[in-house]
């Protein structure tokens, strides 16, 4: 119940700006994060900022992955 | 002095009326523009000269909102959209006719703007407008403009292309990327908050049809995907021949800009409308130099062989996804809708 | 600290950027992953339920039920919001929008949901103002270009969009805006998980919803392998999180301990999204709440509070509401509780289409029968 897509800040206007992945632009909404910055990746859904993306763990699960595709 | 056309800013209920404001529109707006020796005689009925050949007939009608969207607008849509169809019958378009409904208020200058766009898209296709009418209705009750067109194009004696010839072992091209011309006009509605680069990808494809007609053998369908976009007419085409047609998405070209944009409003793709592509089956013995005769082309550049046509699940057609699974590809009922979920 | 991705012959990626998603749908690791599953199931038979129509989406899209072994039964739950909003919603939601001067600002989801006797998007149809939004502050700029109008929005969905309202409700108060309300339905998820547990249906274990869990932090189900003893492992969306995730529940089964873990870890973090929770909690409160083929679940409802009354489009604009009614032979509720497959309802396919549906399972695009019907799951 919840299509969000991880979206980069690109720009920020107090508690809102604008996030982008792909080229495509959105207004998001950062009320709901503390301490947005440009260039953070956040995950967005329903026009607003839910969560941050964690870079570090993103590259983790990746590596789990990637293990398991060369042992296969 | 009485004011001409150019001096009233707004569409009058007179424009549409016959007398002299509607000459005025006709003699200082539309025959500058699209004037040729056929429209020009300006009778009931144009007369035109035998066509030696099979003749393609087709309609349409454009009410697209908004009517000026990046790349494109309703002008340009109703002459490609009709040149497209005759092409899409293995013609040559060669004559349209032009009829719009105009709302009561309509700013001139749009006209102007449309009339323009018909004027250019017409010279690009190489076509001829013959005929055409204008009526003008009560504020309220058309969207700005409504245009309906009817578009005649002549057919060779030697090819047949039709929905219904394609065979199995045959490969399923198509001719551009995917989702352009409806993502671009639904970044530009209000209410959705996004805003993108994508532009609409209408253009005229018979130039692109007729050298791939003229440089290969064995071509068995074409349909430009609009509406419904590709599933739509790889559907019709699946039923109407009673073959299976099985998709590659690896193959299927979509820009990284329209990919996003659908990802954001949970939209698929291959269900999106597009004004300037068209699928091709045909024999696969000519499938990859059919591509490079496309890729010759602007609007063919990203021309790519996607999948092919089997006599397994006749009717259906398949995809066979990145992760090697295969799912169905159904017609879409209805429209998408932006969704959260 | 840089976090990028390098995938051969390209510039490094960042993780968060629209290309480095591929890395979450590599063919050869699906491949891995669906060995491991059944080698390690070992020919045990197990179900699980999946309770986010995201997931019944993403599992339909890529097929991933055909990388699973036979003896592994994937279910829906009731995790579509769309699925599980009562008629009465629907037929309020209509009510309004036939009032003078209302505009209705609707997520797409809601448009063809049949309520008793119509639905939002044959009212359109009927010249009603009635507007698709992604998000509410888009309705919130309609609510200012329209001061004639009253704009409501029609709050549906679980802890992951209800925030994103609850935003909404404290910038009216806060800016005195008084042409904006929410008609509120939105639901909690793990009450219903809570109910399933103790049903008919045997469940192994759950994916849980990795959005909603952002927000309320994975402790929320940890009364589910602590009181049931029935396995949770929160997952991302992409076709690898979800097979890994299948895996993490395989073990737990197969090891007989029973926990909540994440798979989504780049998303889930322990306590969830506190400020979320905040601004959820300023604006709403929980209550009782109707599911449609559930019934009442105790306390799996919100509503909004008494200090934002003024904004409650349910109290603040009484119409007269039909009495709501099902569509007889509709089986929505057993196919929402995992207890019956689409094809098994005598509607499917047949009378209840994605064009002509009969029930919100069909109409919403990740309802259990509009997926089945759409990807052909049988």
Not at chain 2, 72 to 101: E, F, H, Q, W
Not at chain 2, 283 to 302: P, T
């Amino acid at each position: 119940m919840c299509l969000a897509v991880p979206m980069k800040v690109v720009e920020i206007h107090g508690d809102t700006g604008v996030v982008e992945t792909g080229g495509v632009r959105q207004d998001a909404g950062f009320q709901l994060l503390e301490g947005v910055k440009n260039g953070d990746y956040v995950i967005v859904h329903a026009g607003f900022a839910i969560q941050r993306l964690d870079e570090a763990e993103a590259l983790e699960t990746l590596a789990l992955f990637k293990g398991l595709e060369k042992a296969s | 002095m009485k004011p001409s056309v150019q001096e009233i800013k707004e569409i009058r209920l007179a424009h549409g009326g016959g007398g002299t404001l509607s000459q005025r529109l006709l003699h200082e707006l539309i025959i500058p523009v699209l004037g040729n020796p056929l429209l020009n005689t300006l009778d009931d009925s144009v007369l035109l000269p035998d066509p030696g050949s099979r003749l393609a007939f087709t309609t349409d009608s454009f009410v697209v909102q908004p009517l000026f969207f990046p790349g494109g607008d309703i002008g340009r849509l109703a002459v490609c959209g009709t040149v497209n169809d005759l092409a899409m019958a293995g013609a040559v378009p060669k004559y349209i006719s032009l009829g719009m409904i105009l709302e009561e208020g309509f700013p001139v200058a749009d006209l102007k703007t449309v009339i323009g766009s018909v004027r250019a898209a017409a010279e690009e296709a190489g076509v001829l407008v013959v005929a055409g009418d204008t009526k003008v209705v009560e504020k309220g009750k058309a969207d700005g403009i409504f245009i309906n067109t009817a578009g005649i194009g002549m057919v060779p004696a030697n090819k047949t292309v039709s929905a219904s010839l394609a065979a199995p072992g045959d490969a399923v091209l198509v001719s551009g990327s995917l989702g352009r011309h409806g993502m671009a006009v639904l970044s530009s509605r209000e209410g959705l908050g996004i805003r993108t680069a994508i532009s609409s990808d209408v253009a005229p494809l018979n130039h692109l049809v007729f050298s791939l007609m003229e440089s290969c053998e064995g071509v068995h369908s074409l349909r430009d995907a609009t509406r419904g976009g590709l599933a739509a007419v790889l559907n019709e085409i699946a039923v109407s021949s009673g073959v299976g047609i099985e998709l590659d998405e690896r193959s299927i070209p979509v820009g990284e800009d329209v990919q996003a944009a659908c990802d954001l409003l949970g939209f698929d793709p291959l269900y999106v409308a597009n004004e300037g592509v068209f699928a091709v089956v045909m024999d696969q013995r000519e499938a990859d130099h059919a591509v490079q005769i496309l890729k010759g082309f602007e609007y063919g550049r990203n021309a790519a062989r996607i999948g092919r046509v089997s006599k397994e699940s006749p009717g259906r057609v398949t995809l066979r996804t990145n992760l090697g699974t295969c799912r169905i590809i159904d017609p879409l009922s209805g429209e998408q809708l932006p969704r959260i979920c | 600290m840089s976090y990028s991705l390098q995938i051969e012959d390209s510039p490094p990626l960042a993780a968060g950027s629209f290309k480095a998603q591929e890395a979450f749908r590599q063919p050869a690791a699906a491949q891995a992953l669906s060995q491991a599953i059944l080698k390690e199931a070992q020919g045990r038979p197990m179900v699980f339920m999946e309770v986010c129509g995201t997931h019944t989406m993403s599992i339909a899209r890529y097929g991933l039920a055909s990388l699973l072994p036979e003896n592994i039964r994937l279910i829906s739950g009731p995790g579509c919001p769309v699925c599980v909003t009562p008629n009465s919603f629907i037929d309020r939601a209509v009510a309004l929008a036939r009032q003078p001067d209302t505009v209705i600002a609707t997520f797409g989801d809601m448009m063809k949901v049949p309520g008793s006797s119509s639905s939002l998007d044959r009212e359109h149809a009927r010249g009603r103002d009635i507007r698709v939004v992604t998000s509410t502050l888009e309705a919130l700029k309609l609510a200012v270009k329209s001061p004639g109008k009253q704009v409501i929005f029609l709050g549906v969905g679980f802890e992951t969009t209800a925030p994103t309202v609850a935003v909404s409700l404290i910038e009216v108060k806060k800016s005195g805006i008084d042409n904006y309300s929410v008609l509120c339905g939105h639901k909690r998820m793990p009450p219903p998980m809570e109910a399933l547990s103790s049903g008919e249906m045997r469940i192994d274990g759950y994916l849980c919803p990795g959005h909603v869990s952002a927000v309320i932090g994975p402790e929320a189900y940890r009364f589910i392998p602590d009181r049931f003893g029935i396995g949770c492992v929160v997952s991302g969306f992409e076709p690898l999180d979800i097979l890994q995730s299948i895996l993490m529940l395989v073990r737990q089964v197969r090891s007989g301990r029973f926990s909540v873990e994440v798979e989504y870890t780049r998303a889930v973090k322990p306590g969830g999204n506190e400020k979320a929770l905040q601004i959820l909690s300023a604006a709403f409160e929980t209550c009782d709440s109707e599911w449609r083929g559930l019934g009442e679940i105790a306390g799996s409802g919100f509503k909004i509070r008494e200090t934002l009354a003024g904004h409650d489009a349910g109290n603040r604009f009484p119409v007269f509401v039909e009495p709501p009614r099902e569509a007889a032979g509709c089986l929505c509720g057993k196919v929402l509780k995992g207890l019956l497959e689409p094809t098994e309802c005598g509607h499917f396919g047949k009378s209840c289409t994605p064009d002509f549906p009969v029930g919100p399972c069909m109409v919403s695009t990740e309802g259990t029968c509009a997926a089945y019907y759409k990807y052909h799951l049988t």
